[in-house]
């Protein structure tokens, strides 16, 4: 029963060839692989997702989002036979903003017929609402539009940079009464920048309820360049009086702070 010396040595020979194979083809692989990028769609090189983390950029957090709320959506006269809408809107998200996204308003008719339309681009701060408005849309003569409606779209989330925080913008003052002619209505009053940085610009939306909370008038501005800690001054007028008793001035004062250029 002892072995044959002959078929040992063949094992043995055989065995030394199939290592000399193995180590020539894994020479052969690591020769003619391709080299380990960050732009090569695959997670090698200690990455901690594909293409990102470890020697890479930065993996992009992801952060999982509720949509945005239409809290309430309104038409008001704009006089000469124009109309103005506008839209509440709120993030319901407090770790992200929107930086942009997409609006579509329409005023539609009793039948449901599309009377205007206005499009437009917005952002919203976390946790935060804010007003949307747009002045004197134009309608067919004759036409008086009874509903409108607001769609939103491409909403981009963004984390606000650090050490900024939110804008702080005081109004003070605000009031409500006739142009000194007679001939319409105005709000006047003043804003204040609280924060602690300059301001590029500060949108202003002004809205007017009557006794049952109901929106009979919007008008909008901008100040632009205010300073730390500076106030200004704001009048917006009606070139009309307004057919309702107004109980309550609601001013929503906004600065884009994921502009890059947001301080001016």
Same mark, same amino acid.
């Given at each position: 029963?002892?072995?044959?010396?002959?078929?040992?040595?063949?094992?043995?020979?055989?065995?030394?060839?199939?290592?000399i194979f193995i180590?020539?083809?894994?020479?052969?692989?690591?020769?003619a692989k391709p080299?380990? *990028?960050?732009?090569?769609?695959?997670?090698?090189?200690?990455?901690?997702?594909?293409?990102?983390?470890?020697?890479?950029?930065?993996?992009?957090?992801?952060?999982?989002?509720?949509?945005?709320?239409?809290?309430?959506?309104?038409?008001?006269?704009?006089?000469?036979?124009?109309?103005?809408?506008?839209?509440?809107?709120?993030?319901?998200?407090?770790?992200?903003?929107?930086?942009?996204?997409?609006?579509?308003?329409?005023?539609?008719?009793?039948?449901?017929?599309?009377?205007?339309?206005?499009?437009?681009?917005?952002?919203?701060?976390?946790?935060?609402?804010?007003?949307?408005?747009?002045?004197?849309?134009?309608?067919?003569?004759g036409s008086v539009?009874?509903?409108?409606?607001?769609?939103?779209?491409?909403?981009?989330?963004?984390?606000?940079?650090?050490?900024?925080?939110?804008?702080?913008?005081?109004?003070?003052?605000?009031?409500?009464?006739?142009?000194?002619?007679?001939?319409?209505?105005?709000?006047?009053?003043?804003?204040?920048?609280?924060?602690?940085?300059?301001?590029?610009?500060?949108?202003?939306?002004?809205?007017?309820?009557?006794?049952?909370?109901?929106?009979?008038?919007?008008? *909008? *501005?901008?100040?632009?360049?205010?300073?730390?800690?500076?106030?200004?001054?704001?009048?917006? *007028?009606?070139?009309?009086?307004?057919?309702?008793?107004?109980?309550?001035?609601?001013?929503?004062?906004?600065?884009?702070?994921?502009?890059?250029?947001?301080?001016?």
């Open positions: 029963n002892m072995l044959d010396p002959t078929k040992t040595k063949r094992n043995i020979i055989i065995s030394i060839y199939i290592l180590v020539l083809m894994f020479f052969i692989y690591l020769i080299e380990e *990028t960050c732009f090569d769609g695959i997670q090698n090189q200690a990455e901690k997702g594909i293409d990102c983390g470890g020697p890479c950029s930065p993996c992009r957090e992801v952060v999982e989002t509720k949509d945005l709320k239409i809290e309430e959506i309104a038409i008001a006269d704009g006089g000469n036979g124009t109309y103005d809408v506008i839209a509440k809107i709120s993030n319901p998200n407090g770790s992200v903003g929107a930086k942009e996204f997409f609006y579509s308003f329409q005023l539609k008719s009793a039948d449901g017929d599309i009377l205007a339309s206005k499009d437009g681009k917005s952002f919203i701060l976390p946790a935060d609402s804010r007003f949307i408005a747009e002045i004197g849309l134009s309608v067919p003569s539009p009874v509903s409108a409606s607001i769609e939103l779209s491409e909403v981009k989330w963004e984390n606000i940079s650090a050490g900024i925080g939110k804008p702080q913008i005081g109004v003070y003052n605000k009031r409500f009464g006739k142009s000194p002619m007679g001939e319409g209505n105005e709000v006047a009053g003043i804003i204040r920048n609280e924060s602690n940085y300059d301001l590029k610009e500060i949108n202003i939306v002004v809205v007017l309820r009557d006794e049952n909370g109901k929106i009979v008038g919007v008008n *909008t *501005t901008r100040k632009d360049s205010v300073g730390v800690k500076e106030e200004r001054d704001f009048l917006m *007028t009606w070139p009309y009086v307004l057919d309702a008793t107004v109980q309550k001035i609601e001013v929503d004062s906004q600065t884009n702070i994921f502009d890059p250029e947001f301080m001016r």
